[in-house]
């Protein structure tokens, strides 16, 4: 069997636009996951029983249940439930950024955590009020802490986000299977389009282990 | 909301019959995982150049690629280069365990590190060769210390299982979508089959967060 890759050639200006929609949604869900995340970490450490239940709920269904699921839950459901019809970009902003707020939110309980009970008896001993506490010196410290995962989580939802090709969204995934069956060459095509994602992904991973070393020489722990 | 559930037209048995197929995956998958991860692991810390780098290069490709595009790849792309047909619970099961295979070689990585020094050492003084003291030292000690994260990546891959759905095995997602196609009931449907997903996952991460206290508890 002949393989021929200068077949990817005629259909990059589709892969290139079907990259741009991955990275779009991955950008647009890394920020608002990251900062929903943040804020049920705290609800997490929260001393509301109420908080901390609801947030717990939230947190442990998402991560208990496949990626997949929820995105056809999102997508199929949601809209009944509204009574409006949701494009499949909202869809997939929705689902995306619930599972990454879900699993930062892990990160960030992790680096909060790790900031110890003497700091918050200063911000008490100097009369700090809780939202000077928690954007002066919370924030700062578990965010810095944090990044090496959150890093890693974002390699994570990178890789998720081709799910969003099984819903019918236009992403690189989605892409790389209609060449793939139109052209009937599988392999060439699918094995671009896995390459394309291991491009960008392997890069990211190795940054983690860079950060990670760089943060824990600042912090001198 | 003017919508009305009926949680009475979403048939049991179809999704059941999925479940088994999902664990059937699952279960087959983390055997491939557990047990070739380990080979896997002492490969990548090879001190052969020859030998390390197509093994972390495995390692790598599969853990940073998409787990969809890996099945996808698989089912389209093994048939046509290997010429082998094999059938699609055989095909699931090979690219949802090779993907374990390359995460639980880190997780056995990291604990096979952690294994102190001196332990080694003591093997070289007491005249063990290099194959017992993989087996009796170091297999030991690192398959203990791995086992939560092992039991994390066992939960992934269960997850992970219901991207089959994808390419038509017929596991808990893929009659969850025909039974919400069928009865036009999305909602109750998937909410079902998310909370069937949640009831097996969940005790499992619940076991994995107890082990992991205790791991902290003897080491202070």
């Known amino acids: 069997m002949a393989l021929d890759f200068s077949i990817i050639l005629r259909f990059q200006e589709a892969l290139a636009l079907g990259l741009w929609t991955t990275v779009k949604l991955t950008l647009i869900c890394v920020v608002l996951g990251c900062s929903l995340g943040f804020f049920i970490g705290l609800a997490r450490t929260s001393r509301s029983t109420l908080l901390r239940a609801v947030s717990s709920v939230y947190v442990e269904f998402f991560r208990g249940t496949p990626v997949l699921v929820q995105l056809f839950w999102i997508f199929f459901c949601l809209p009944l439930i509204l009574g409006v019809e949701l494009s499949n970009l909202t869809s997939g902003v929705i689902a995306l950024t619930l599972y990454m707020g879900a699993i930062t939110s ?92 291991f491009l960008i992904a392997f890069p990211l991973t190795r940054a983690v282990t860079l950060v990670e070393r760089r943060v824990l020489a600042k912090l001198a722990i | 909301m003017g919508y009305s559930f009926d949680f009475q037209s979403v048939s049991f048995g179809p999704l059941w019959e999925g479940l088994i197929v999902t664990l059937e995956l699952t279960v087959a998958a983390n055997l491939i995982g557990v047990v070739l991860g380990f080979p896997l692991a002492l490969l990548i810390m090879s001190r052969f150049a020859p030998v390390r780098l197509p093994a972390m290069l495995f390692v790598e490709f599969f853990r940073c690629t998409p787990a969809i595009v890996q099945i996808v790849w698989f089912f389209y792309c093994v048939p046509m280069l290997f010429n082998v047909f ?41 005249g063990l060769n290099p194959l017992q003291r993989t087996l009796y030292i170091v297999l030991p000690t690192a398959v203990r210390a791995s086992i939560p994260v092992l039991l994390t990546n066992g939960i992934g891959i269960f997850q992970q299982t219901a991207l089959v759905a994808i390419v038509a095995v017929q596991d808990l997602m893929y009659q969850a979508k025909s039974l919400a196609t069928e009865t036009y009931r999305p909602i109750e449907t998937f909410t079902i089959v998310a909370l069937v997903y949640f009831a097996v996952s969940f005790p499992v991460s619940q076991v994995v967060g107890f082990l992991e206290r205790r791991r902290q508890l003897m080491m202070s």
């Open chain 1, 106 to 197: 892990e990160t960030f309980r992790a680096s909060l955590k790790s900031i110890g009970p003497e700091q918050l008896d200063a911000c008490v001993a100097l009369g700090l009020p809780r939202r000077v506490q928690v954007t002066n010196v919370i924030l700062p410290q578990a965010v810095l802490r944090a990044i090496p995962t959150l890093l890693s989580n974002c390699v994570s939802l990178f890789k998720e986000s081709a799910l969003v090709s099984a819903v019918g969204m236009a992403d690189l995934m989605f892409v790389g299977q209609n060449i793939s069956n139109n052209t009937a060459r599988p392999i060439e095509v699918l094995t671009v389009v896995a390459l394309i994602y």
């Open chain 2, 86 to 126: 094999l059938g699609s619970m055989t095909m699931g099961i090979l690219a949802l365990g090779l993907n374990l295979m390359a995460f639980n070689a880190e997780a056995y990585r990291a604990a096979i590190q952690a294994v102190p020094r001196e332990q080694l050492d003591a093997g070289i003084a007491l």
